[in-house]
């Protein structure tokens, strides 16, 4: 018998539902950023206490990288939009249509919680910030890897700019702008689109 996993089961169960609280932290994280949300904030949100969050995710920033992979999971992801598409320049224009849309949806905050959670952190969070730089650049590399399949085509560059206008549109939305000006942007910038 194994007598550490016999201990964990033996331990007091969770009182909540711990999958309902990390999508209630997932939009405190996304609605004010890491460092600005506070684990009063948390604790309100996510209707559990202090010590639970500590017993159920270990410290704060656990608990907000676990919410930034809820944030990427899901039916369709950067991955499958970028894995599915027919070639790099389909696979570009799917993700600036799915980001227009998911950045003013009607039941979550406005922008992209990778491009905002952290733009503002200070020195001590600058693990997480790095942690959430490197995913943006996990993205743009997996794109680079589907445009450098189509010829006649800079990968490198056409990859970095549909990520800098995913992050400018992140920022638009959460400026006020409308799902309709983030699609003409999407459009638009589509339109600069190299022909092969």
């Given at each position: ?59 704060k920033k656990r608990l907000f990288l676990e919410a930034?992979?809820?944030?990427l999971s899901g039916p369709v992801t950067s991955d ?102 983030l699609l003409e942007i999407a459009s638009i910038a ?7």
């Amino acid at each position: 018998m194994n007598v550490i996993s016999e201990r964990r089961r033996t331990g007091r169960p969770l009182s909540f539902d711990r999958d309902a609280a990390l999508t209630q932290a997932m939009m405190v994280f996304w609605r004010h950023g890491y460092e600005a949300t506070s684990l009063a904030d948390l604790t309100t949100a996510m209707g559990v206490t202090a010590p639970s969050i500590y017993t159920a995710y270990g410290d704060k920033k656990r608990l907000f990288l676990e919410a930034v992979r809820r944030y990427l999971s899901g039916p369709v992801t950067s991955d499958s939009i970028i894995d599915e598409a027919p070639d790099g320049r389909a696979a570009a224009a799917r993700l600036l249509e799915t980001a227009a849309l998911g950045f003013t949806g009607d039941t979550t905050p406005p922008g992209c919680l990778l491009a905002s959670a952290a733009i503002s952190c200070s020195a001590e969070a600058a693990d997480v910030q790095a942690e959430l730089a490197a995913i943006r650049r996990g993205i743009e590399d997996r794109l680079r890897r589907k445009i450098a399949a189509d010829r006649g085509t800079d990968a490198e560059a056409l990859a970095a700019h549909c990520m800098a206008v995913v992050q400018g549109m992140s920022t638009l939305a959460r400026d006020g702008a409308s799902r309709g000006k983030l699609l003409e942007i999407a459009s638009i910038a589509m339109r600069a689109w190299p022909n092969a």
